[in-house]
């Protein structure tokens, strides 16, 4: 069953950095992008970064670019989230999601990523 965990969130300070994971239990995401959106409360997921199943790029949302960097491990089955210069609006959950095999397109809208994780908290205080 395909299932993705996230892990590395928690509290931090302005200015801080902070390395999400999200792990592919299955190995069912080898051939899929895999990425990150963030979620605030009352609010629809907004697409935050993402990467090829090949693993030599990543795209982001333009309000991201610069202080996030995605990445994935297949051998890991894992997708990283790095963010650095963290602000406090920044503290919203990050999900972890997946498209279905060999998409076609940067899935940078919600519907595009059938394979979700459970989220994980970034607060990031002043």
């Known amino acids: 069953q395909a299932q993705l965990v996230e892990s590395g969130g928690g509290t931090v300070q302005t200015g801080d950095f902070l390395r999400l994971s999200c792990v592919d239990s299955?190995?069912?995401?080898?051939?899929?992008?895999m990425g990150w959106f963030r979620q605030a409360p009352g609010k629809d997921r907004e697409f935050v970064a993402a990467?090829?199943?090949?693993?030599?790029?990543?795209h982001y949302a333009d309000s991201r670019k610069g202080r996030f960097t995605v990445s994935r491990d297949n051998a890991k089955n894992a997708v990283y989230l790095e963010m650095s210069s963290l602000k406090p609006e920044d503290t919203v959950v990050y999900c972890c999601?997946?498209?279905?095999?060999?998409?076609?397109?940067?899935?940078?809208?919600?519907?595009?990523?059938?394979?979700w994780g459970q989220g994980t908290q970034v607060t990031v205080s002043t």
């Open positions: 999601a997946a498209t279905q095999r060999f998409a076609r397109g940067t899935p940078n809208r919600r519907n595009d990523c059938p394979y």
């Open positions: 299955g190995g069912t995401f080898s051939d899929s992008y």
């Open positions: 990467v090829k199943w090949t693993g030599d790029s990543g």
